[in-house]
């Protein structure tokens, strides 16, 4: 039996899940609550739901064979009927920061593909000020080098230690005082040597579906 966070993150999964049908490609996001949305999907194929499946990480596509979803490589697609997604923080602009669990590169590529980018959270997760770490993906070679520069933005960068990316690369998660103008921010990182892609999703969010005690909240663009 769910309790706390966890039951309406499913709250939220299982309503997004409502808006797939047959014949869609679905983007498979990454995360504990994209694995509710993941789970739900597996049941409804075996019910008959004829979807192909997209996963934003190898522990996604593992979860997906494994209930049943017919999976397939990106490239065999060039856009993305749904994607149903997770995320770290989200604000009333529903720029998100993603990447705690670490899939960021292949969220936002599965992201800027697909139709539609539904993000489902728990009410924890909605915030007026951010605060969670941004994570930055980089290549492993010179990552000291690039921290160095991501300190001359005002972060403190720390490696995720024993972590490496399904890509191959390190995470350094940049906590900060407060972050200024996200677009600003993206763009300034984006553009560093080294760096890969950072956590900040802007005009990426379609539907936010937000898991609360009482049912669910939809924000929308």
């Not at 936002?108 to 539609?116: L, N, P, R, T």
Request: charged letters at 30%.
């Amino acid at each position: 039996m769910l309790t706390g966070m966890d039951e309406l993150k499913q709250k939220a999964a299982h309503e997004a899940v409502k808006q797939v049908r047959d014949g869609m490609v679905v983007g498979l996001g990454t995360g504990s609550t994209a694995r509710h949305a993941i789970v739900r999907l597996g049941e409804m194929v075996v019910r008959g739901l004829d979807i192909v499946g997209i996963a934003t990480s190898v522990e996604s596509e593992r979860l997906a064979r494994k209930v049943g979803i017919p999976m397939a490589d990106i490239n065999e697609y060039e856009v993305i009927d749904i994607t149903i997604d997770g995320a770290d923080e989200v604000n009333g602009d529903l720029v998100l920061i993603k990447g705690g669990g670490g899939a960021l590169l292949r969220e936002k590529i599965v992201a800027s593909c697909s139709k539609k980018e539904i993000i489902v959270v728990d009410e924890g997760k909605l915030v007026k000020k951010f605060s969670f770490p941004l994570p930055v993906e980089v290549v492993p070679f010179g990552w000291k080098r690039t921290a160095d520069k991501l300190r001359a933005f005002g972060f403190t960068p720390q490696l995720r230690k024993g972590f490496v990316t399904d890509s191959g690369n390190v995470i350094l998660d940049c906590h900060y005082d407060e972050l200024g103008s996200p677009e600003k921010i993206e763009r300034a990182v984006n553009n560093l040597p080294g760096v890969v892609e950072c956590g900040l999703f802007i005009n990426l969010a379609d539907e936010v579906i937000v898991g609360k005690r009482e049912g669910v909240e939809r924000l929308k663009q």
